[in-house]
């Protein structure tokens, strides 16, 4: 549970309003405060807790001490810190519910803790507030949660999270049936113009039978694509479009997940998202496709086994997509005819080398290399074609594709063209934009070129509004998945307004422009046929075609 606290206790520091003329010592403390000298700064608030003395200032020492004292850890005295102001007329009176909220919680007062964000008016504290309360009653017991469920099956944490506690369950009794019956109903669909709410079920495969919810890691890629699907419902709820999602451990276990097909949230869910791996996936579709609900796979671009349904989506483009994209650019570029494909052990990689192998010969491409490359051989891959970071180079290529995710290849194919004095096309992936090694201003020429991939379109007040809000939730920047699940949820919302139908959605127009990324066409597809390349042109990502 520590590890969740650091994800979402938000802790908010306040301005008072009245920065000058404030006490030397407040100020020292909300400087400890801000330094995680969390001992140090409660120290320096216990001065300035009598509210006959100082006023309005008071209630901010207080509600400074209870962060801090959360953050060592010391619930009880959080709240005993916060009680006073609890009974005063302030004007951040929801910010400090909410704190007490988590203080509650914490010390495992957990019905105190739902009494208390019941008690929260704004809608924007209240976001933060369900996030919090899903978060904490993930851990708690089926009975607890089947218990309380009359007081609270109003507030959408709890209810996604008895759901997803009773789901971890092999075996439900018959009042937990009843009960997560209970919440389908509540939002369960009479027809597209009677109900209005956009039900969202995600399924992923938080944990296996090795491991449980509190192992995952924060930078787990399963957990950074749930992060940023969250912020995606959450933006829109604080939009005031309705939405409900219920979320699902898949627990990497084909009978398990056969069994969740049974849930009525399934069965009243305008769209699925997840799960991910292939036997799951395929266990899944066939559902989507029985019930006719879209199924959605959020990550993988192997998507010939969805070609022809009409439920089951890539989010992002295919590699037939991706080839299609790669050739035109070469084509429009006229680079020239000489061409050689490096690709890693992923499948996409080598489904996609194969199928370009394939198209480049048909348009009369001459292939002079076509190898499967790793962190061991790539210079060498480079050197073959004449490319050397030494010494006068004789060009044989024309153009490289080089294509894989993995930072441990790109490491040292940055290293070489910082040191090369020629320019020579190569084609990436778009990931290697976000890698932390990635200096672009070191190589002389600009001929790196970025395969789309659902890239994120960096520098946009839309991105930048994103990035501020995710950081202020989870204290860290958001990661290309947190992207890519956020970026899903308005793709989908985009789709259904109009009709209530993602298909129809989606063949009403070609290209869309994404909110954080360059965009989509699903016209008549199953994933996304929009997958031009991309350049960098000043800092910015531009399209070549």
């Known amino acids: 549970m520590q590890r969740y606290l650091s994800l979402f206790l938000v802790f908010f520091v306040f301005q008072t309003g009245f920065s000058q003329g404030l006490p030397e010592n407040y100020q020292k403390a909300k400087s400890a405060l801000a330094n995680e000298d969390y001992w140090s700064s409660i120290n320096g608030f216990k001065e300035y807790l009598d509210a006959g003395k100082f006023g309005n200032l008071a209630n901010y020492a207080a509600f ?50 739902m009494r208390m964000v019941q008690q929260i008016k704004s809608e924007e504290i209240m976001t933060k507030a369900q996030y919090a309360v899903f978060e904490f009653l993930v851990q708690a017991s089926p009975t607890f949660l089947v218990t309380n469920l009359q007081e609270f099956k109003s507030n959408p944490g709890y ?52 491991t449980s919810i509190s192992s995952i890691s924060s930078n787990d890629f399963i957990f950074e694509l749930y992060q940023g699907i969250l912020a995606g419902v959450n933006q829109l709820k604080s939009e005031g479009v309705p939405v409900q999602m219920q979320t699902f451990d898949s627990k990497r276990d084909l009978k398990y997940i056969g069994n969740l097909l049974k849930d009525p949230a399934l ?31 959020p990550l993988s671009n192997l998507g010939d086994r969805f070609e022809q349904l009409k439920y089951s989506y890539l989010f992002r483009p295919s590699v037939q997509a991706l080839s299609e994209g790669i050739l035109a650019a070469m084509k429009k570029e006229n680079w020239g005819k000489r061409v050689a494909i490096g690709y890693s052990t992923a499948s996409r990689d080598q489904a996609l080398a194969s199928l370009l192998k394939d198209k480049l010969s048909r348009e009369g491409y001459d292939l002079l290399n076509f190898q499967e490359v790793d962190r061991r051989n790539v210079i060498e ?25 993995d930072p441990a290849i790109a490491q040292p194919v940055f290293a070489l063209f910082e040191s090369v004095t020629i320019s020579v096309p190569t084609l990436v992936m778009d990931s290697w934009v976000s890698f932390n090694f990635a200096n672009f201003e070191m190589i002389e020429f600009p001929n790196l070129y970025f395969i789309y991939n659902n890239t994120p379109n960096f520098g946009t007040e839309a991105m930048n509004a994103f990035r501020d809000r995710f950081y202020s939730k989870n204290l860290a920047l958001p990661s290309l998945n947190a992207i890519l699940g956020s970026e899903l949820i308005f793709w989908i919302k985009s789709n259904f307004s109009e009709f209530s139908d993602l298909r129809r959605g989606l063949d009403s127009k070609s290209y869309q422009p994404g909110k954080l990324t360059h965009g989509f066409n699903f016209q008549n597809s199953n994933s996304n046929q929009f997958s031009p390349i991309l350049k960098l042109e000043n800092g910015e990502l531009i399209p070549l075609n």
């Open 381 to 405: 891959f480079f050197n073959d074609l004449g490319i050397r970071g030494r010494g006068d180079s004789v060009l044989r290529a024309d153009q490289v594709i080089l294509l894989g995710d």
């Open 267 to 297: 069965e009243n869910a305008d769209v699925i998202i997840g799960p991910i791996y292939p036997d799951e996936t395929d266990l899944v579709s066939q559902y989507a496709e029985s019930e006719k609900i879209p199924f959605i796979h």
């Open 159 to 210: 209810t996604s999270a008895m759901a997803f506690v009773l789901q971890q369950k092999e075996i439900m009794t018959a009042g937990e049936r009843e009960a997560l019956k209970i919440v389908g109903q509540s939002n369960s669909k009479v027809g597209a113009k009677q109900d209005e709410v956009l039900d969202i079920v995600v399924i992923l495969p938080f944990t296996t039978g090795n």
């Open 64 to 113: 400074h001490s209870a962060e801090a004292y959360l953050k060592v850890n010391q619930p009880a005295q959080a709240i005993e810190v916060l009680r006073p102001v609890y009974s005063r007329n302030w004007s951040k009176s929801d910010e400090m519910k909410y704190l007490l909220a988590l203080g509650y919680f914490q010390n495992g007062q957990t019905l105190d803790g």
